[in-house]
């Protein structure tokens, strides 16, 4: 089929569908609102998973130069109590399936790897509207547009192309993170260093966390957990960078002093994420012309597996593409029929790792199933 996909949003999800789609000689634009690859920060560690994840990867034709990305012993996990006890040690012992890389590479992997041109940067979707018989006019910000027949929404949480399918929209979960970083931290924050070790660290009791992971170097990138209403959160001067992180920290009152330093001396301002989800058994009956991947179809609150369940969805549809050249209609009809009981039973098990980690048991449910005994 050489018709030409028009694919909104340039994350992971997007630019993998991209990249199994030139693979098979398909052609397709990406249309990102972002200005630049550099316009902001792309978040922290991946474990980039053998079932999902690391399958996209090899349809892509990039499993090879992923393995050049991977950091080396940050599969390492810990869990410790609020007063610094450590409950659980599992050392990278190089045997693990979730090697760890940074978003940030693994973009810029995806980037170098489509044709010149395939990405247009600073194209904000203003509007998207049906013209009928499966052709869709999607409207920018800047001005202009442009109309396809193969539409496909990769632009996260709140996409623009999934009311064509769905009247559903995230809702709050209840938690929301604080994301801080520490710099050189091996020297000059040594005890949150040791604290967080060499991957993941994760500190938990009922209703809040501290979770942090070592990435490059000493860098530790630390997301702060709270269950609490939006509107706590809106009492908090975030404008007010040490005010906001002392504010969270007396959340964490008592806790042992090398965990609340990954939010007291935090090195960059303190920002705010807010959780939504989506219904975990969101779906949409088949238009015509036009389909959704990742967040933009299946929301859910972190779990370790939405880029890669991104990724995913984006080699799926590509090679559901180009195993029906002639019949675009069949193509997203068969990814839709997978995609669809996939995303429900990772919702509902991302829900419940979230109330393993934040729930009234925690840390010791947590602790259960990665010791195999829940």
């Given amino acids: 089929m050489r018709t030409h996909v028009t694919i909104i949003g340039a994350g992971l999800g997007g630019l993998t569908l991209a990249r199994v789609l030139h693979v098979h000689g398909i052609p397709a634009t990406v249309y990102e609102a972002e200005p630049s690859p550099a316009a902001r920060a792309q978040g922290g560690m991946l474990d980039i ?7 996209a990867l090899r349809a892509a034709g990039l499993l090879d130069a992923f393995r050049g990305l991977v950091l080396e012993g940050r599969e390492a996990t810990r869990v410790l109590a609020p007063d610094g006890t450590l409950l659980l040690d599992e050392p990278d012992d190089g045997t693990g399936g979730r090697p760890e890389v940074l978003r940030g590479d693994l973009r810029q992997l995806l980037l170098d790897s489509l044709p010149d ?36 929404g990769a632009d996260g949480a709140w996409s623009r192309v999934r009311p064509l399918l769905s009247r559903a929209t995230p809702a709050y979960s209840g938690t929301s993170f604080v994301e801080t970083y520490l710099y050189d931290a091996d020297t000059r924050h040594t005890a949150a260093a040791k604290a967080v070790g060499d991957g993941g660290m994760m500190a938990l009791a009922p209703g809040k966390g501290i979770q942090a992971h070592r990435e490059s170097g000493g860098t530790l990138h630390t997301y702060v957990a709270l269950r609490r209403p939006e509107n706590w959160f809106a009492a908090v001067d975030f404008t007010d960078p040490g005010a906001a992180a002392a504010r969270v920290a007396e959340e964490f009152g008592g806790w042992a002093p090398e965990l609340t330093a990954l939010i007291t001396d935090g090195e960059t301002a303190p920002v705010l994420r807010r959780l939504h989800a989506l219904p975990a058994a969101h779906r949409w009956d088949r238009v015509p012309g036009v389909t959704l991947l990742g967040d933009a179809a299946h929301l859910m609150v972190p779990s370790g597996e939405g880029a890669n369940l991104a ?5 799926e549809l590509g090679g559901a593409i180009a195993a029906h050249p002639e ?16 995303s429900a039973a990772e919702a509902v098990e991302a829900a419940r790792l979230h109330e393993l980690m934040f729930g009234d048991d925690a840390p010791h449910g947590l602790i259960d199933m990665f010791t195999g005994h829940q």
């Fill in 49 to 55: 998973h053998e079932n999902n994840g690391q399958p």
């Fill in 311 to 315: 990724m995913y969805d984006g080699a």
């Fill in 117 to 152: 041109g395939t990405v247009q940067w600073g194209r904000k979707v203003s509007r998207v509207r049906p013209l009928g018989g499966g052709r869709h006019e999607v409207a920018f910000a800047e001005g202009g547009t442009v109309e396809t027949s193969l539409l496909v």
């Fill in 327 to 342: 019949d675009a209609e069949a193509a997203l009809a068969a990814y839709e029929r997978e995609l669809f009981p996939r």
